[in-house]
């Protein structure tokens, strides 16, 4: 399965950017997620670690994946991977400046619809709909942060 959303925050880049790739701060942002713990020595780069506990309230299952970072360009993408839970997922953010502030992009490939036979496109319109409400969760938590330099 494959979902992507973007949305247009009125934060410089540098901040969204910085927000966003602390994985900490995902579950102020990110409804399912209920804590993401480091398990490499910060910053963030290519190779970095990190554990989320994911509790996805639709389907009444709580998992636990671990993501190593393959590919960071600061201020432009973070790409990451799960390297040990039961869903395979490939998270690509993207990062662009926009005349208001920042484009931000997130595409989420998994291998969810494998475990729900037969609901495929139920299961991704319920995925897009969760997207859509994280991002929007972002860009009101952003845009109510005071602009500083980064």
């Not at 701060?25 to 506990?53: M, S």
């Not at 993408?77 to 997922?89: D, E, V």
Request: glycine share 4%; net charge neutral.
């Amino acid at each position: 399965m494959r979902i992507s959303h973007k949305v247009v925050i009125r934060q410089p880049v540098e901040l969204v950017f910085s927000y966003v790739t602390n994985f900490k701060l995902t579950a102020r942002w990110t409804a399912e997620v209920e804590e993401t713990q480091a398990l490499a020595a910060e910053p963030v780069k290519v190779g970095f670690i990190f554990r989320q506990n994911t509790n996805f309230t639709f389907l009444k299952l709580a998992l636990s994946h671990t993501y190593q970072v393959i590919e960071y360009t600061p201020n432009q993408s973070c790409l990451f991977k799960s390297i040990a839970g039961l869903l395979t997922c490939l998270v690509q953010y993207r990062f662009e400046p926009h005349p208001e502030g920042t484009i931000f992009t997130q595409e989420v490939r998994s291998n969810l619809e494998d475990y729900f036979e037969g609901k495929a496109e139920a299961l991704q319109a319920e995925r897009l709909g969760r997207l859509q409400s994280d991002l929007a969760s972002l860009k009101a938590l952003l845009e109510n942060i005071p602009l500083t330099r980064c």
